[in-house]
């Protein structure tokens, strides 16, 4: 197709499937080639999870609410479309975090990072943590590291080194938050894999994870250094205008990437030129309007199942078969700020399962984020539905209200009314990456390369959830696509 445009189909229009665009049409530029590129989504909303609403002076995020600072993919791409001046980070006088226990609010230890103690003294004197069950975690400086190269499950490498105390009162409860997940079934190499390389480079966990942030701590922000130093130093960030700002964005810088949106790819066939004809395209993707697309190129960023159900006639899909997902709601609730009675000194808390409520976290929003709420309102943001516990999600409206109403009542004392509710259900929503996840998604990819040449699988599915995580991997797509069509 000498001096003819390459051309891909993009199947998913969140923000893996707009990265992958972006950076597709980036990729073509420095390569000095043309690309026409197609954008796929069954929604006629553009963003998949990322889900902002504006409703009465409040920004309100129905999926994702923020992104890690530290990793750079997300900022990058903020620069590249201009919006990096809208990054805001957390209000710094809301850094404290609370945890649920014995149905009390206990505060995080400060030190605390992804669950891991970093500082000593004030894990040693914790009231969220038995005398015994903070020896055991200190254990982690004497106990070997384990010499087993093999992935393992993050909650089985939690309690092996630190006990199952603070896996189950203090780490569970923080990072099945991302998941949503059970920490025994997940995958520690494709969740928290800088957990194993502390153990392995340092001889104990703890060690490792003061040695990491003291990394970190040397780090400059990734932030632009036109913004004021507190965003810049903020672990997490969003947008003054939500998340939606990023994909707002987005669509204004895809202009000419043609979009079929309320469509499906329901199938795609793989041509031979030699049987087929010179003329026909390498691949086609066929959609549920009926429409048939040429592609030089496919990249499928649908969920783990969907893009299970596209490639499987082509190609034995049990690394994604293999990838549950876990359904969740969330239950936002704002109030008036004259009738709340309490004042936040933090941003919010997490539940350990044991605890028995109905929700498992709850966002103090307004605290939070401050360009979330009006001033004199308030904004809370409560979390329902983890591995094991997903009935809740679909109980109807009124039912899981009063359930959440019930619970932060008992937690916190709330009886105000609120001024409205947001409920969010976000049906299979959290991919569990199971033990051994990214041997078999590399294994995948392999054969993927070698038998369609320019077909790409990627997203939330494969190689980290989090949004900066799916940037990288619709960048990373971009690039590998070209590179198998191309070299
Ligand atoms: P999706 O957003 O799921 O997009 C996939 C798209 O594929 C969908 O739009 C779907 O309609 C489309 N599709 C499916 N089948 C087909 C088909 N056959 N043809 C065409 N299109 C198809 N991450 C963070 O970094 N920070 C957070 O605060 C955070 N909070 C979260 C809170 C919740 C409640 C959830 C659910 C996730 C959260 N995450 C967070 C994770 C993050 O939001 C997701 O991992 C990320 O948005 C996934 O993007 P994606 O493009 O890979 O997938």
């Not at 200190?138 to 939690?158: R, V």
């Not at 066939?269 to 086609?284: H, I, K, L």
């Not at 309490?342 to 966002?363: H, K, L, N, Q, Y």
Request: hydrophobic share 40%; aromatic share 6%.
């Amino acid at each position: 197709r000498e001096g003819l445009p390459d051309r891909f189909v993009v199947i998913g229009g969140g923000i893996s499937g707009l990265s992958s665009a972006f950076y597709l049409l980036w990729e073509a530029h420095l390569r000095g080639r043309a690309a026409v590129v197609t954008l796929v989504d069954p929604s006629e909303r553009l963003g998949g999870k990322i889900n902002t609403l504006k409703r009465d002076g409040f920004v309100i995020e129905k999926g994702p609410d923020s992104f890690l600072a530290r990793k750079t993919p997300i900022i990058d791409l903020a620069r590249d479309l201009g919006i990096a001046h809208e990054l805001v980070g957390t209000n710094p006088a809301a850094k404290k975090t609370y945890i649920l226990h014995k149905g009390k609010l206990h505060a995080m230890p400060p030190g605390l990072v992804l669950g891991i103690p970093t500082e000593i003294a004030p894990f040693a004197k914790s009231s969220l943590l038995s005398w015994g069950g903070k020896l055991r975690a200190f254990m982690d400086f004497l106990k070997p590291a384990s010499k087993d190269t093999d992935d393992e499950s993050l909650g089985d490498f939690l309690t092996r080194r630190l006990g199952p105390e603070v896996m189950e009162r203090v780490a569970e409860p923080l990072l099945a938050g991302i998941y949503a997940g059970d920490l025994r079934k997940l995958s520690l190499q494709a969740t928290f894999p800088q957990f194993k390389e502390a153990e392995r480079k340092h001889g104990s966990l703890i060690r490792g994870m003061r040695a990491n942030k003291r990394k970190a701590g040397a780090v400059p922000s990734a932030g632009p250094s036109s913004l004021p130093a507190a965003v810049r130093s903020s672990v997490f960030m969003t947008f003054r205008g939500g998340l939606a700002t990023m994909i707002d964005a987005l669509n204004e810088a895809l202009v000419d990437v043609d979009r079929r949106l309320g469509v499906k790819a329901v199938a795609f066939r793989q041509n031979d030129p030699m049987t087929d004809g010179e003329d026909v395209a390498p691949y086609e993707v066929l959609l549920s309007s009926g429409e048939v697309l040429d592609a030089d190129g496919i990249v499928i960023t649908a969920p783990a199942f969907d893009a299970a159900d596209l490639l499987e006639p082509h190609i034995n899909v049990d690394a994604l078969r293999a990838v549950q997902y876990v359904s969740v709601a969330n239950v936002v609730m704002a109030f008036d700020k004259k009738n709340f009675g309490i004042d936040f000194d933090g941003s919010g808390f997490v539940v350990p399962r044991s605890e028995g409520t109905t929700i498992t976290a709850c966002t103090w929003t307004s605290a939070k984020w401050l360009h979330s709420s009006p001033s004199n309102k308030v904004l809370l943001r409560c979390y329902v539905g983890r591995s094991g516990d997903e009935e809740v999600v679909d109980l109807p409206d009124d039912q899981l209200t009063e359930a959440v109403r019930k619970d932060i009542r008992d937690v916190m004392g709330i009886t105000a009314t609120p001024l409205f509710t947001e409920i969010t259900r976000l049906h299979k929503s959290m991919p569990q990456y199971p033990v051994g996840h990214l041997q078999e998604t590399a294994k995948l990819r392999t054969k993927l390369r070698s038998e369609m040449p320019g077909v790409w699988v990627t997203g939330a599915a494969f190689d980290g959830v989090g949004l900066p995580d799916c940037i990288r991997q619709g960048k990373e797509a971009a690039v590998g696509v070209y590179k198998s069509l191309f070299g």
